[in-house]
């Protein structure tokens, strides 16, 4: 699935699954940027990595909570790549709270980065990318399932679900594609992060294969989403789980 000549906007790329989902576009051909909030160092191996195979890589920073650094971002990818092809909106926080311990900062902390960060990027696609583009977002197998402390994670990822749908024939005119990926538990720092060895070990035991995704197995469902092979599917939530749910 060759992606020479694209040029993809990772957010959140400097570890975990957008690590691996910028590596891997730039395996099929694509200039990255690599986007981080505050791990320069981490966003800066992940460079070397793609340019070491090769590849063609920049390490842009931006919080993707800000309208205006979501500009710059873009404004930054075209003046060094010239275009955008390609937008990961894959930057988002978990933190796991009972509802009686979610303070109003933890709550607008999380929609800020997960859904207006993904909206506010979507809307600097509108405006920048070429006409065949592809948007892939992402949301979360666990807003499929009843999961304690999960709900205001699973509320933003619902809101990021539904506004890939309304976008769809937005975005349709401009032939752009905009999907989303509902990843189950991968093995991340993000999701690793405060759990229990005894935790993760029931989580495994949820899907039908008894271990936990890895950052590889998203990124592949990602390499088809935005080949020419799945230019008919658009406005969808695919769950890449294992069969968790």
Known sequence: ????????????????????????LARSGAKVAVNYSSSRGKADEVVMTIEQFGGQAAAIQADVSKVSEVEALFSETLERFGRVDILVNNAG????????????EIFDRHFAINVKGTYFACQQAMKHMAKGGTIVNFSTSVSGAMLPTYSVYAATKGAVEQLTRQLAKE???????????????????LFLNGKSPELVDS?????AFGRLGEPEDIANALELLVSDKARWITGQTIRVNGGFI
């Open 203 to 207: 989580f495994r035991r949820m899907n």
């Open 1 to 24: 699935m060759s992606l020479n000549g694209k040029v993809a906007i990772v957010t959140g790329a400097s570890r975990g699954i957008g690590r691996q989902m910028a590596i891997q």
């Open 171 to 189: 975005f349709g005119p401009k032939d752009i594609v905009i999907n989303c990926i509902a990843p189950g538990q991968v093995s991340t720092d």
């Open 93 to 104: 926080i978990l933190e796991n709270n009972a509802i009686t311990d979610v303070t109003e």
